[in-house]
């Protein structure tokens, strides 16, 4: 094909495999797709598309579906994002109906036999790493191999801020929980992996839980904090499950930065002095720190 169909917030280019979706930045493109930027999807990646009236007059939407499981995106969102902030939904003047049930068509006679499976692997890349956002009671950070919670003196409980600081290689995580900051009960909660190498089941309520930060009004934004759990919940399926040793989100083995190791052990040293931490649990958590180098 090679074509391009431009409307509203977005571009959308075919070829013979893929269509490349461009998102446009302005005030009134959704702050998602100015975060995305642009997306390769391949064609085995969906399940259809099909063109349908707008719901602004004289506008008309073309609607591509991916299969489940192909997206990383849409895997962790969990059927949460807003319609105006579909990544699959290009909204396009009436007059290109015609051009866009072209493209419609010829997009559709590409599916493969297994358009209506789910997909076993992401055929969708997640955003690109390193990415960070500001949740209520920390910092979020994930440069592909690790996601860092650093917490806020003002935000996080005394439950999370006596753990301390927190660090989790993508390969003793079991997956990603999150739940949109514009409904109540935000959060972002990394579900790490068990002794039997399952997700582990029992977990404590959100804000005192260290593996969890949690949303609140102008923190963990949409189009902040859903990018970074897409590409940590692709690292996790790429990943090799954990044996004895630690590995990376590529299953090579992983050694922690020893920058990081002894920031921990001093925040866990000021706990200390506080009072907020026993001679017994000061030792305890610092030999486990040292353990990871």
Same mark, same amino acid.
């Given at each position: ?53 707008? #719901? ?28 105006? #902030? ?7 003047? #009436? ?5 866009? +049930? ?34 209520? %009671? ?10 860092? *919670? ?51 089941? %029992? ?11 949690? *949303? ?17 919940? +692709? ?44 001679? +017994? ?13």
């Amino acid at each position: 094909m090679g074509d391009v169909l431009a409307g509203i917030h977005s571009t959308w280019e075919f070829d013979t495999d893929s269509v490349l979706i461009r998102f446009e930045r302005g005030i009134r493109t959704p702050k998602l797709f100015q975060a995305l930027g642009e997306r390769r999807i391949p064609y085995e990646a969906l399940s259809s598309v099909e063109l349908a009236p707008g #719901a602004r007059k004289g506008t008309v939407v073309l609607q591509a579906v991916p299969r489940p499981g192909a997206d990383p995106l849409l895997e962790a969102a969990a059927g949460q994002l807003r319609q105006a #902030a579909d990544p699959y939904r290009l909204v396009l003047p #009436a007059e290109r109906e015609s051009l866009a +049930e072209y493209y419609a068509g010829e997009v559709r006679s590409a599916l493969g036999p297994e358009a209506d499976e789910e997909a076993d692997r992401h055929l969708v890349a997640a955003p690109t790493t390193p990415l960070q956002f500001k949740a209520y %009671d920390g910092k979020v950070s994930f440069d592909g191999k690790l996601v860092t *919670f650093r917490w806020f003196r003002t935000g996080a409980s005394s439950a999370k801020w006596k753990a301390g600081d927190q660090f989790f290689p993508v390969g003793e995580l079991g997956g990603v929980e999150w739940r949109s900051p514009e409904v109540s009960g935000g959060h972002l909660r990394l579900l790490r992996r068990g002794q039997d190498g399952q997700q582990e089941k %029992d977990r404590p309520p959100v804000d005192q839980d260290p593996a969890t930060v949690v *949303f609140d009004i102008g923190y963990g934004l949409v189009h902040e904090s859903l990018p970074l759990a897409a590409a940590v919940l +692709e690292s996790i399926r790429a990943a090799e499950p954990s044996g004895n040793g630690r590995r990376d989100g590529v299953g090579r083995e992983y050694r922690a930065d020893p920058a990081d190791i002894a920031d921990r052990i001093r925040h866990l040293g000021d706990l200390h002095q506080a009072g907020l931490l026993t001679d +017994e649990e000061f030792t305890t958590k610092k030999r486990s720190l040292l353990a990871e180098l």
